[in-house]
């Protein structure tokens, strides 16, 4: 699976939109980019994945590059409680092999 | 939808004990499940992967007769801990792999967690 690159922390005023980048250059044509997130002492939440278009969920909006090489979640207003780490994944769909491999993330603080 | 649970939710054991955690897939259906266990300030590391009705893949490194995992129905894994020491102490998270009606691809959906301290 490709590795991506995140910045280890992030601050977001509450209320603003958070934008969370991921960077991932050596991904493969057939290899999603995942985002989920892990509040403290709690699993991963799944929040969105793509493969090339731009995707928007109740949650998050993901906006990915036209040559697929970065990618960036998109929180429209952020709340108290998206503090958390947040993790950009990249592999292929379904099937054993594509089990998840979690880097160190992006832990993002929303201040008040 | 995509809902997965695990129980315990926190577990304290004494040394050599053994522990059992299941995880369920409640609204969908699971051919294969992972088991990951997350040290304190770590990311998650995968132990095993589990596929119903066969035995279970192990990460390089992780024993799999300490960790015995068995995935008997589409809906159910279980994880158990023998003979376990305070070094195993952590939080054990599984997931299960399934699709729910409104996504194309299959996708991970993960469970609340185990939290275990070993005295």
């Known amino acids: 699976d490709a590795k991506t690159t995140q910045p280890p ?25 995942y985002w989920y997130r892990q509040i403290h002492s709690q699993g ?4 969105i994945h793509g493969l090339k278009n731009n995707e928007t969920n109740e949650m998050a909006s993901l906006i990915i590059t036209e040559d697929r090489k970065s990618s960036t979640l998109i929180l ?14 990249v ?13 160190k993330g992006t832990k993002l603080s929303v201040k008040p | ?10 577990v304290i054991c004494k040394s050599g004990t053994s522990v ?26 995968l132990m095993a992967t589990s596929n119903e009705g066969s035995k279970a893949t192990y990460e390089q490194g992780v024993e799999k007769d300490k960790f015995l995992i068995n ?29 729910v009606a409104f996504l194309s691809t299959d996708t991970q959906y993960f469970g609340p967690g185990t939290r275990l301290t070993v005295l």
């Open chain 2, 1 to 10: 939808g995509a809902v997965v649970s695990q129980h315990p939710s926190r």
């Open chain 1, 44 to 47: 991963p939440q799944y929040i």
């Open chain 2, 71 to 99: 995935h008997a129905s589409l809906t159910l894994s279980t994880l158990t801990v023998t003979s376990a020491h305070p070094e195993d102490s952590s939080f054990y998270i599984c997931s299960a792999l399934g699709r």
């Open chain 1, 76 to 89: 429209p207003h952020a709340t108290l409680r998206d503090t958390a780490v947040y993790y950009c994944i």
């Open chain 2, 20 to 45: 059992k955690i299941e995880c369920r897939s409640l609204d969908f259906q699971a051919t294969t499940m992972f088991w990951y266990r997350q040290f304190p300030k770590k990311s998650l590391m």
């Open chain 1, 9 to 33: 922390s992030m601050d977001c005023a509450e209320g603003r939109a958070a934008n969370l980048p991921c960077n991932h250059s050596t991904i493969s044509g057939n290899e999603y980019v």
């Open chain 1, 91 to 103: 592999r292929v769909a379904g099937g054993s092999q594509g089990n998840l491999i979690f880097g």
